[in-house]
């Protein structure tokens, strides 16, 4: 007696077994993907890894004065270590007050240059949240007016912020003489490209419901903007900016290194000098910087978006 099987069972089965087979068939693709991707990182790794003098050897001195062919990277580790051998004041307990007094011999001309690397941080951050702030609507894709004015917007971002702050001191010392007017512009600049595109990151990530409506009222791409874009944006850009501030007090402390103001020139004036427990004194001084700034950043901003902080 033959037995029929049922159709809808059939049917189940069929679909059952083309999904396995296309489940099979994308599981070897991913793997494929996968396997051409990481050798394609490896190939990109050890070819920077070759440029960057990972793999180079060269001929150091030895203690006994002879000459010797060595690696340079285990080589050079333990001149690390000597280097931050260096920077480690004595210190002792029984003349714990004098060895510090010593260890910052330069507090107050410290302090004044500090205040002044933190109000370049603050300055050059006020222009570039300004900047940022403004072309980031118009270099968004879903905002931007025009093409035209799209493109325009871009370039300018990408141009102020693919040139390094450091690079921007430069031409500002050039232009305007040494000083810490150089500073707040070198930084005002590349904060305003770097703030720019993470704001129109942002931006394109928006509702547009709030901005259709504003537009069905009768309202300018101004107001669609304003009150459309702005309210939903506003927290991440506080987060942003805090967090730029933050980069721009430890940025604005290197590039007085090419006469730009702040605490930069100490460190020039250190390394020249072969001072280096002045340079892990001025060290200590930015990190308890940034670390008050963080702290304070936090703060702020939890209370601006209505959250909580915690001990």
Not at 48 to 61: C, E, R
Not at 76 to 91: A, H, N, S
Not at 134 to 155: D, E, G, Q, T
Not at 186 to 207: F, P, Q, R, T
């Amino acid at each position: 007696m033959v037995t029929l099987a049922d159709p809808a069972t059939t049917a189940r089965q069929t679909r059952l077994t083309d999904f396995e087979e296309e489940f099979q068939a994308l599981r070897r693709q991913t793997r494929r993907l996968w396997a051409i991707g990481t050798a394609v990182f490896l190939v990109c790794f050890m070819l920077s890894a070759w440029l960057g003098d990972f793999f180079k050897v060269t001929q150091l001195t030895m203690p006994d004065g002879s000459r010797e062919w060595r690696w340079i990277l285990p080589a050079g580790i333990p001149r690390l270590g000597e280097f931050i051998e260096r920077t480690i004041p004595v210190l002792r307990w029984e003349s714990l007050g004098a060895d510090f007094a010593e260890w910052f011999w330069r507090w107050k001309v410290w302090l004044d240059l500090l205040a002044e690397t933190i109000l370049i941080a603050f300055m050059g951050t006020v222009f570039g949240v300004v900047g940022g702030f403004l072309l980031s609507f118009p270099a968004s894709r879903n905002l931007a007016p025009n093409a035209w004015v799209l493109w325009i917007s871009r370039r300018y971002l990408e141009i102020a912020r693919t040139v390094p702050d450091l690079v921007w001191a430069l031409i500002f010392v050039f232009c305007f003489s040494v000083g810490p007017l150089a500073g707040v512009l070198a930084v005002g600049l590349h904060s305003c490209g770097a703030l720019g595109k993470l704001y129109s990151e942002v931006n394109e990530n928006i509702d547009m419901r709030p901005l259709e409506g504003v537009k069905a009222a009768g309202g300018t791409w101004f107001d669609q903007i304003r009150y459309g874009a702005v309210p939903q944006v506003l927290p991440n850009i506080i987060s942003y900016t805090l967090l730029r501030f933050e980069i721009n007090v430890r940025s604005s402390s290197i590039i007085g290194y090419v006469g730009a103001g702040g605490l930069g020139q100490e460190f020039r004036e250190a390394l020249s000098l072969q001072e280096y427990t002045d340079l892990s004194a001025l060290f200590v001084i930015i990190f308890l910087t940034v670390i008050v700034i963080d702290y304070g950043s936090e703060k702020l901003r939890h209370r601006v978006i209505g959250l909580e902080v915690g001990p």
